[in-house]
């Protein structure tokens, strides 16, 4: 099969596919397109392309990259795309060889999830019920927190719920995760209560709508926006302002700073890993065991901080 023309072409042959064969998300296809679109234009200024790029030119965009300061988790993310991309090459009958199979990236620093303790969570959830400038408001800010705490979901996954997964007062939410891959996620009593609350608001909101000639929206979360859903920048927002409210230093706390909270809590709790792993999604549980380090430093600190042989000033 014939390479395609140039390297724009590469990559979108390349992103139809990964979204077709493997169902990557659209996160993952934008941030593909996003590296590969910094190599393809460090190849133009060396009059290079992806059919004739050599290992050594791969390596020298790489030490190009370390020059400029970038970090050595983007590093090690765009010699990832790249290899890919060669590896799709190859496989499609683009390149006789893949130039970037035996070249070896800087590895990721391995760094502990941050993470919040149950006092810090239950202020940051009464925070979003006093947060907003209407009932309503408040009630979303609740439920997605809320719910957000009580299944450890993926930014993406909560704001791009269904409101058809929410009706019925269910016990468990199906959430479709990475990959295209389903998973059932429970929900705690606390969060079923702030969900069928917020479908209150929420519908009465609709029918108004409706009444005016508008349309339905299928999210539980709707918006006016492109996305038709709250958008995952609007509610990292949002959790900085809850935690700024709460009291809680706004720089240790994310979305996904909840996720994380979610599963040490439950691990803290008697929870086993592979259970942890199936409500996270993780395709791999050596992904879910950093929470068993987490849990470790924390229990550590608790040590330090409070046993009397940890305190130098101890009195004999």
């Known amino acids: 099969m014939a390479a395609p023309a140039t390297n724009e072409l590469w990559i979108s042959a390349f992103l139809e596919a990964q979204a077709a064969e493997l169902g990557a998300a659209t996160n993952t296809l934008l941030a593909y397109g996003r590296d590969l679109k910094d190599f393809s234009e460090w190849l133009d200024r060396q009059a290079s392309g992806f059919a004739d790029v050599g290992q050594q030119r791969i390596e020298s965009y790489l030490i190009d990259c370390d020059a400029q300061g970038l970090s050595r988790s983007t590093r090690a993310r765009r010699l990832s795309a790249i290899k890919q991309l060669f590896r799709f090459a190859f496989e499609e009958g683009w390149r006789d060889a893949n130039p970037a199979i035996q070249i070896k990236g800087p590895g990721r620093q391995k760094r502990l999830p941050k993470t919040l303790d149950v006092a810090e969570v239950d202020r940051l959830l009464d925070a979003a019920r006093q947060t907003g400038r209407t009932t309503a408001d408040k009630a979303r800010n609740t439920c997605l927190m809320e719910v957000l705490y009580a299944t450890g979901m993926r930014v993406t996954e909560l704001v791009s719920l269904p409101v058809s997964s929410a009706r019925g007062d269910p016990r468990m939410l199906l959430v479709l995760g990475k990959g295209g891959k ?19 608001q929420r519908d009465t909101a609709e029918e108004a709508t409706v009444a005016k000639g508008g349309q339905r929206s299928r999210f539980l979360f709707p918006s006016r926006g492109k996305s038709g859903h709250l958008t995952r920048n609007r509610f990292f927002l949002l959790v900085k302002e809850l935690a700024a409210k709460a009291g809680v230093s706004p720089g240790k706390v994310t979305p996904h700073t909840l996720r994380h909270a979610f599963a040490t809590h439950l691990l803290a709790n008697g929870a086993d890993l592979r259970s942890i792993q199936t409500l996270l999604g993780h395709a791999d549980v050596a992904t879910t065991e950093v929470y068993t380090h987490v849990l470790d430093e924390r229990l550590s600190e608790l040590v330090l901080q409070h046993h009397p042989l940890a305190k130098g000033d101890r009195q004999d």
């Open 182 to 200: 389903e998973r059932m996620v429970p929900l705690s009593p606390p969060a079923r209560d702030a969900l069928a609350e917020w479908l209150n």
